[in-house]
Protein backbone atom coordinates (compact mmCIF):
# COMPACT_ATOMS: atom_id res chain seq x y z
CA UNK A 1 0.00 0.00 0.00
CA UNK A 2 2.49 2.38 1.07
CA UNK A 3 4.45 1.36 -2.46
CA UNK A 4 1.42 2.45 -4.57
CA UNK A 5 1.10 5.74 -2.44
CA UNK A 6 4.53 6.82 -2.97
CA UNK A 7 4.14 5.96 -6.83
CA UNK A 8 0.93 7.64 -7.25
CA UNK A 9 2.37 10.60 -5.82
CA UNK A 10 5.34 10.15 -8.03
CA UNK A 11 3.57 9.68 -10.94
CA UNK A 12 1.13 13.26 -10.28
CA UNK A 13 4.38 15.32 -9.36
CA UNK A 14 5.21 14.71 -12.90
CA UNK A 15 2.73 15.74 -14.64
CA UNK A 16 3.29 19.33 -13.56
CA UNK A 17 6.61 19.81 -15.11
CA UNK A 18 6.71 22.85 -17.95
CA UNK A 19 7.88 21.66 -21.40
CA UNK A 20 8.37 25.14 -22.76
CA UNK A 21 12.56 26.07 -23.08
CA UNK A 22 13.45 22.80 -21.40
CA UNK A 23 16.08 20.41 -23.23
CA UNK A 24 14.86 17.03 -22.40
CA UNK A 25 18.16 15.99 -24.07
CA UNK A 26 20.34 17.32 -21.27
CA UNK A 27 17.71 16.17 -18.69
CA UNK A 28 17.61 12.65 -19.46
CA UNK A 29 21.76 12.82 -19.76
CA UNK A 30 22.96 10.04 -16.88
CA UNK A 31 22.77 6.65 -15.21
CA UNK A 32 18.73 5.89 -14.10
CA UNK A 33 17.49 3.17 -11.84
CA UNK A 34 14.34 1.99 -12.76
CA UNK A 35 11.94 1.50 -9.68
CA UNK A 36 10.88 -1.66 -9.56
CA UNK A 37 7.82 -3.37 -11.45
CA UNK A 38 5.29 -5.64 -10.06
CA UNK A 39 6.56 -8.43 -11.96
CA UNK A 40 10.17 -7.31 -10.56
CA UNK A 41 11.93 -5.71 -13.95
CA UNK A 42 14.47 -2.71 -12.19
CA UNK A 43 16.53 -1.94 -15.14
CA UNK A 44 19.17 0.60 -15.53
CA UNK A 45 19.36 3.30 -18.00
CA UNK A 46 22.68 5.10 -19.18
CA UNK A 47 21.46 7.97 -21.71
CA UNK A 48 24.76 9.21 -23.02
CA UNK A 49 25.63 12.72 -24.93
CA UNK A 50 26.11 11.34 -28.04
CA UNK A 51 22.50 9.62 -28.60
CA UNK A 52 23.62 6.26 -27.64
CA UNK A 53 21.83 4.61 -24.61
CA UNK A 54 23.38 1.54 -22.67
CA UNK A 55 20.43 -0.70 -21.56
CA UNK A 56 21.18 -2.90 -18.26
CA UNK A 57 18.15 -5.63 -17.77
CA UNK A 58 18.19 -6.25 -14.06
CA UNK A 59 15.36 -8.06 -12.31
CA UNK A 60 13.96 -8.55 -8.68
CA UNK A 61 13.81 -12.17 -7.21
CA UNK A 62 10.84 -11.09 -4.97
CA UNK A 63 10.61 -14.39 -3.68
CA UNK A 64 14.57 -15.50 -2.41
CA UNK A 65 15.07 -11.36 -2.22
CA UNK A 66 17.67 -11.17 -4.33
CA UNK A 67 18.75 -9.33 -7.48
CA UNK A 68 19.33 -11.33 -11.13
CA UNK A 69 21.15 -9.60 -14.22
CA UNK A 70 18.91 -9.90 -17.18
CA UNK A 71 15.24 -10.21 -17.30
CA UNK A 72 13.06 -13.23 -15.70
CA UNK A 73 9.34 -13.32 -15.98
CA UNK A 74 7.27 -15.51 -13.89
CA UNK A 75 10.34 -17.51 -12.42
CA UNK A 76 12.35 -18.09 -15.74
CA UNK A 77 14.92 -16.17 -17.63
CA UNK A 78 13.86 -14.56 -21.53
CA UNK A 79 16.75 -15.13 -23.07
CA UNK A 80 20.46 -15.21 -22.43
CA UNK A 81 21.69 -12.99 -19.53
CA UNK A 82 23.06 -10.27 -20.98
CA UNK A 83 25.43 -7.40 -19.14
CA UNK A 84 23.87 -4.27 -21.60
CA UNK A 85 22.57 -3.83 -24.85
CA UNK A 86 23.56 -0.41 -26.58
CA UNK A 87 20.99 1.36 -28.63
CA UNK A 88 20.62 4.38 -30.22
CA UNK A 89 17.61 7.35 -29.46
CA UNK A 90 16.40 10.12 -31.04
CA UNK A 91 14.49 12.72 -29.13
CA UNK A 92 11.87 15.11 -31.11
CA UNK A 93 9.26 17.13 -29.25
CA UNK A 94 8.49 14.90 -25.60
CA UNK A 95 9.15 11.72 -27.53
CA UNK A 96 12.14 9.62 -26.91
CA UNK A 97 12.67 6.88 -30.36
CA UNK A 98 15.22 4.34 -29.53
CA UNK A 99 16.26 1.50 -31.81
CA UNK A 100 18.73 -1.10 -32.30
CA UNK A 101 21.55 -1.23 -34.90
CA UNK A 102 20.45 2.05 -36.32
CA UNK A 103 16.83 0.45 -37.97
CA UNK A 104 14.93 3.19 -39.51
CA UNK A 105 12.06 2.14 -36.72
CA UNK A 106 12.24 2.05 -33.58
CA UNK A 107 11.72 -0.85 -31.93
CA UNK A 108 10.32 1.59 -28.09
CA UNK A 109 9.39 4.54 -28.28
CA UNK A 110 9.10 6.70 -24.84
CA UNK A 111 6.99 10.00 -24.13
CA UNK A 112 9.00 12.29 -21.47
CA UNK A 113 6.57 13.16 -18.71
CA UNK A 114 9.19 15.00 -16.81
CA UNK A 115 12.13 15.16 -14.14
CA UNK A 116 10.91 15.94 -10.81
CA UNK A 117 13.26 16.34 -7.61
CA UNK A 118 12.08 14.83 -4.29
CA UNK A 119 14.35 15.85 -1.33
CA UNK A 120 18.09 14.65 -3.15
CA UNK A 121 16.55 12.56 -5.52
CA UNK A 122 16.04 13.38 -8.80
CA UNK A 123 13.35 11.39 -10.32
CA UNK A 124 12.09 11.32 -14.15
CA UNK A 125 9.32 9.86 -15.69
CA UNK A 126 8.60 8.18 -18.97
CA UNK A 127 5.89 6.07 -21.10
CA UNK A 128 5.67 3.44 -23.52
CA UNK A 129 3.90 4.70 -26.45
CA UNK A 130 2.55 1.91 -28.87
CA UNK A 131 2.57 1.98 -32.65
CA UNK A 132 -0.67 3.86 -32.60
CA UNK A 133 0.93 6.56 -30.43
CA UNK A 134 -1.85 4.95 -27.26
CA UNK A 135 -0.11 5.20 -23.81
CA UNK A 136 0.51 1.86 -22.42
CA UNK A 137 2.93 1.69 -19.23
CA UNK A 138 4.52 4.13 -17.40
CA UNK A 139 7.94 3.79 -15.66
CA UNK A 140 9.39 5.83 -13.14
CA UNK A 141 13.07 6.52 -12.27
CA UNK A 142 15.68 7.65 -9.71
CA UNK A 143 18.84 9.07 -10.89
CA UNK A 144 21.94 7.48 -9.82
CA UNK A 145 25.66 7.25 -10.00
CA UNK A 146 25.53 4.00 -10.08
CA UNK A 147 24.68 0.36 -12.68
CA UNK A 148 22.89 -1.33 -9.60
CA UNK A 149 18.98 -1.63 -9.86
CA UNK A 150 17.47 -0.49 -6.54
CA UNK A 151 15.81 -3.64 -5.39
CA UNK A 152 16.86 -4.52 -1.73
CA UNK A 153 15.08 -1.05 -0.26
CA UNK A 154 11.98 -2.96 -1.94
CA UNK A 155 13.03 -5.73 -0.45
CA UNK A 156 13.00 -5.25 3.26
CA UNK A 157 9.94 -2.88 2.83
CA UNK A 158 7.37 -6.10 1.79
Not at 92 to 111: G, H, R, W
Not at 137 to 151: E, G, L, M, R
Request: with cysteine; net charge neutral.
Amino acid sequence: MKKALVVGVLTLSFCGYGFAGSNIKDDIIGTWAMLPTIEGFANVIEFRPDNTEYFYPFTCDWDNRKVIKGTMYKGKMIGEPVEKYIYTHTISDDLISVTFNNEKEPFITLKFKGIEKVGRKTFMNLTKIDKLGNEEINFSYVKTDKIQPVCPPYFEKE
